[in-house]
């Protein structure tokens, strides 16, 4: 493992998205129960990485993350900012009450974050795409981390709240 390469736009702007991000994580106010927030955090961060192991390396190597397709030390911060965006994904859920058809307007509008923020990244050469990978090829990937977010956060609520009535009893 190299630990860094070369310091430039792609790690300045990592470590830019990474203090933006963390702190609007911090600033919100707490609307998710330590148990679902522990779980946004973790499921983030390792779908996100599981995914981009699968598809960014190993066989398919669609895309290398900053400078090489060796792994850095600014990989693992790359990694880091798929906590907030599980976080966020679970909280504004949470906040804009989503719930029946809303739910996949809602994952889509989160392809379209998702999307949007491989965009940035390619133009900032955070991650850069080859072997014929296009962002339109991650348009499924999204929808299948998202919905099956949305379904893992919709059973851990229903059954907090059975938890809670049960409780109230």
Not at 56 to 74: A, P, R, S
Not at 131 to 146: A, E, M, R
Request: one cysteine or more; charged letters at 15%; a neutral charge.
């Amino acid at each position: 493992m190299k630990l860094i390469g070369t310091f430039d736009t792609n790690e300045i702007a990592l470590l830019i998205f990474i203090g933006v991000s963390y702190a609007i994580m911090a600033i919100l106010p707490k609307r998710l129960s330590t148990e679902l927030t522990v779980l946004s955090i973790v499921w983030g961060f390792t779908i996100g990485v599981l995914f981009d192991f699968s598809i960014g390396g190993g066989q398919l190597d669609y895309y290398k993350v900053n400078d090489t397709n060796h792994i850095e030390l600014f990989d693992l911060v790359y990694y880091l900012l798929f906590v907030p965006f599980g976080y966020c994904f679970n909280y504004f859920y949470e906040v804009l009450k989503i719930r029946g058809v809303m739910s996949l307007l809602y994952i889509i509008g989160w392809v379209g974050i998702g999307i949007g923020a491989q965009f940035v990244f390619t133009i900032l050469h955070i991650i850069t795409l080859q072997n014929g990978y296009k962002l339109i090829h991650s348009i499924p990937v999204f929808l299948v981390i998202q919905t099956v977010t949305a379904f893992l956060y919709a059973y851990i609520k229903k059954e907090e709240q059975k938890s809670e009535a049960n409780n109230n009893k």
